[in-house]
């Protein structure tokens, strides 16, 4: 036994000792506090889930109008993988006359559908048959999963996710992100002295090239509860909360919450993390569709997302995705052959995602604003939620391409400045009201300004149908060839100002029937058409489309009413459904987390336009593309098939609108600029050109010219405007309601002139 003689060596030792046992209690009580921190935070995660938000899936079924070339690169949006044989959900083989496709299976709105493996054929414009695999029994109805668009709400986080299972990951994800990540993770108690070690000597070794030896556990305490801050303190307390955290949850929970929690890149505001939503991110894919060099390229990323961005430094990360194959290898994960041959892969990153919150800026944007609408706050409030919607990825890739195709030739065209012009679209369809396609900026990913929404600009001769469709309503006065005066028209106007319209063309053009004004966008007709009729009655109409408080002035007759192309589309799509106002919808169901559907405030389809004036005005708004100020479109749209639309200009031609429509299509377009400078494009030589290659590419329907009831045809006299028979030239079969055709004959007619011996009966009448 050592006796210590000095007292106060004594004395010392008996402090340190003191010292040591106050500090083991501070920390102990340190330690517990820490335990009960690390077991509440655990237990309190709950990550931000925003609402994914689906296009609507394409139906496939006998008779659906799509050609295999379309229904490929329809496949290829989706993500599906071409293949000389099925090996899968998400794999298609295509032949001469058919497609073979394994779909995935996918839970909709109204049920869950299976995968099933499918063959498709197609004649030269449709669906012809389609099968079931492996018998003789066929389909009627087949839907593919539907993409994946966009997540909005709760709009104040900018992490997105797509939550996942560990049981449901791929076995290769997990193994490699351990075999690169953490060797010893199964085995390590939250820190690894091993690893730490390791990065020691290697830091000392090659003091330009760091190496943290971090553990899986670590990096997702980092992740979930403290910041990157570069101090001992803040490793110290990782490591500790680590060793705690792994007292209490299992390998698996810790692994599963590190691939959701995990940051795997950026998209403009939106952080992507975790590698559910990061497969969907680079490859349009799910996770239990990638192949090893896929997993191997987001598990590269996961070292560093900003240095190993694949779409800035493509080179840079395939010798990280390459490494990380050879790791996998040499752990046995992969064979060798398999490694050689996803290393001369491309890393198949799809570029197009890049540069904005959503795919569809301007879509979403109307999602978003719907949902607030349709459905209460507290509903909403619930995370998770699966929002579907009616966009068309079709419709939306052609108006989008029609735009940035266009666009620079109008300018062309013109001698302007690139880049000067701006322009928006909307696509809707006649039956349900579905808003197929929006476009709000020439740069159609740009999330900003949204002009199909927001841009109040004057609608011009959009305004026309509804003045006529008002004089039409009263068959007592006016029909389609009720003929008017084309003469000046002078009006004081309740500010005192006399209010004198003027012809576009400057000139006079004599009696004109009321449809040849309305295809020849003639001011004076119009507005003496709209004087006689009431301006009371033509804003009723216009309030009875859908358009939200017009003006109560003349000045409305020829489109001093300010819109959006959203709500000019409203309008037409009303007329377009022969009167029937169906309020346009983006969205078709909003799902919980929990599969189950949000009650929403329902609308009520009614009519609000009657149904004869508005078949007349279709009518005369086709002689528009027929032979009025929109004729060039027949040079694009189908031969034989009948549109119905109208040109719309400002004054000093600073708006360029078109809106028109077939029997499935509904599509809007304005072409200008936002400083409201004039763009010298009227009409027809601006938006009316995107219009028209627009419904060409759509394949719209040309109009169904069946007469509704309450509707007779009557042979017309062109130059007068009575009956007409053979015995007149160019007779013309003309719409009108049921006793409003007139009753005379013109004198070319033979049915109006009388018989020498009905001659002979007048005198002695």
Same mark, same amino acid.
């Given at each position: ?92 083989? *295509?032949? &001469?006359?058919? /497609? @073979?496709?394994?779909? !995935?299976? #996918?839970?909709?709105?109204? %049920? $869950? ?59 290769? *994800?997990? &193994?490699?992100? /351990? @075999?690169?990540?953490? !060797?010893? #993770?199964?085995?390590?108690? %939250? $820190? ?574």
């Amino acid at each position: 036994m050592i006796r210590i003689q000095s007292p106060l060596l004594r004395w010392l030792l008996i402090g340190l000792a003191l010292s040591i046992s106050i500090g083991l209690v501070v920390l102990s009580f340190w330690l517990v506090r820490l335990d009960r921190e690390v077991r509440t935070l655990y237990a309190g995660v709950r990550w931000v889930l925003p609402a994914q938000v689906y296009a609507a899936p394409l139906e496939l079924y006998p008779g659906a109008r799509i050609k295999l070339p379309e229904l490929k690169r329809e496949l290829d949006r989706l993500g599906y993988r071409a293949s000389d044989e099925l090996t899968g959900p998400g794999t298609y083989v *295509l032949a &001469a006359d058919e /497609i @073979r496709i394994d779909t !995935r299976g #996918f839970a909709f709105w109204d %049920g $869950v559908q299976a995968e099933s493996r499918v063959a498709i054929r197609c004649d030269d414009s449709a669906v012809s048959a389609i099968r079931a695999m492996g018998s003789d029994q066929s389909v009627d109805l087949l839907r593919l999963d539907p993409m994946l668009i966009g997540s909005i709400y709760p709009s104040h986080s900018g992490e997105d996710r797509v939550l996942v299972k560990l049981a449901d990951v791929p076995p290769l *994800l997990p &193994a490699t992100l /351990i @075999r690169v990540e953490d !060797r010893n #993770f199964e085995h390590h108690f %939250g $820190v690894s002295p091993i690893g730490i070690l390791r990065a020691l000597i290697n830091n000392q070794l090659h003091s330009g090239k760091k190496q943290g030896g971090s553990t899986l556990t670590q990096q997702l305490i980092r992740n979930l509860f403290l910041t990157n801050e570069q101090s001992y303190g803040r490793k110290i307390r990782e490591a500790l909360m680590a060793i705690l955290l792994e007292r209490h949850v299992s390998k698996d929970e810790i692994l599963e919450a590190y691939l959701n929690e995990v940051w795997l890149g950026q998209d403009g505001s939106r952080a992507i993390h975790g590698f559910g939503l990061a497969s969907q991110f680079y490859f349009n894919k799910p996770l239990n569709e990638l192949r090893p060099a896929e997993i191997a390229l987001l598990v590269g990323i996961a070292k560093g997302p900003t240095v190993y961005n694949p779409r800035k430094y493509p080179e840079r990360v395939k010798e990280r995705r390459d490494l990380v194959l050879r790791l996998m290898t040499d752990g046995g994960l992969i064979r060798e052959d398999e490694r050689e041959a996803e290393a001369l892969s491309s890393l198949g990153v799809l570029n197009n995602v890049a540069g904005g919150v959503e795919r569809y800026p301007a879509f979403i944007d109307l999602v978003r604003r719907q949902v607030k609408g349709l459905y209460r706050e507290e509903d909403l409030g619930s995370e998770g939620l699966r929002i579907f919607t009616t966009l068309d990825p079709r419709a939306q890739e052609m108006l989008e391409a029609r735009i940035i195709a266009d666009l620079p030739g109008l300018e062309a065209s013109r001698k302007m400045k690139a880049d000067s012009l701006q322009a928006a679209g909307v696509v809707t369809s006649v039956e349900g009201g579905d808003v197929l396609a929006i476009v709000g900026d020439r740069n159609v990913r740009y999330p900003g300004f949204n002009r199909a929404l927001d841009s109040q600009r004057p609608i011009g001769s959009l305004a026309k149908p509804f003045v006529f469709l008002a004089a039409l309503a009263d068959p007592g006065r006016y029909n389609l060839y009720s003929q008017i005066l084309d003469e000046p028209v002078e009006l004081r106007q309740p500010n005192g100002q006399l209010w004198a319209p003027k012809n576009y063309d400057r000139q006079l053009h004599g009696t004109v029937p009321l449809f040849a004004a309305l295809a020849k966008s003639y001011n004076l007709p119009t507005v003496k058409v709209g004087l006689d009729i009431g301006v009371d009655r033509v804003h009723d109409l216009m309030q009875a489309a859908g358009l939200e408080n017009p003006p109560r002035l003349p000045s409305m007759f020829l489109g001093a009413i300010n819109a959006s192309p959203l709500d000019v589309a409203q309008m037409y799509s009303t007329l377009a459904a022969s009167g029937y106002l169906t309020p346009l919808l983006a969205i078709r169901e909003v799902m919980t987390k929990d599969g189950k559907p949000l009650s929403r405030y329902s609308f009520k389809l009614k009519q609000t336009l009657p149904e004869g004036p508005v078949y007349l005005t279709t009518w005369a708004m086709q002689k528009v593309i027929e032979f009025g100020t929109a004729r060039w479109a027949v040079s694009v749209l189908p031969a034989g098939q009948k549109f119905a639309g109208k040109t719309g200009t400002t004054d000093d031609a600073r708006d360029s609108w078109f809106a028109g429509y077939g029997a499935d299509r509904v599509a809007v377009i304005w072409v200008g600029r936002d400083d409201n400078k004039p763009v010298g494009l009227d009409g027809a030589a601006g938006a009316l050109r995107i219009w028209g290659r627009l419904m060409r590419d759509l394949d719209a329907r040309g109009i169904d010219l069946a007469p509704p009831a309450g509707i007779e045809e009557v042979s017309i006299d062109p130059q007068t405007g009575l009956r007409g028979d053979e015995g007149c030239a160019g007779v013309v079969l003309v719409p009108f309601l049921e006793g409003a055709a007139p009753s005379d004959y013109a004198s070319c007619a033979n049915a109006g002139q009388s018989s020498p011996l009905e001659w002979l009966k007048d005198i002695f009448r």
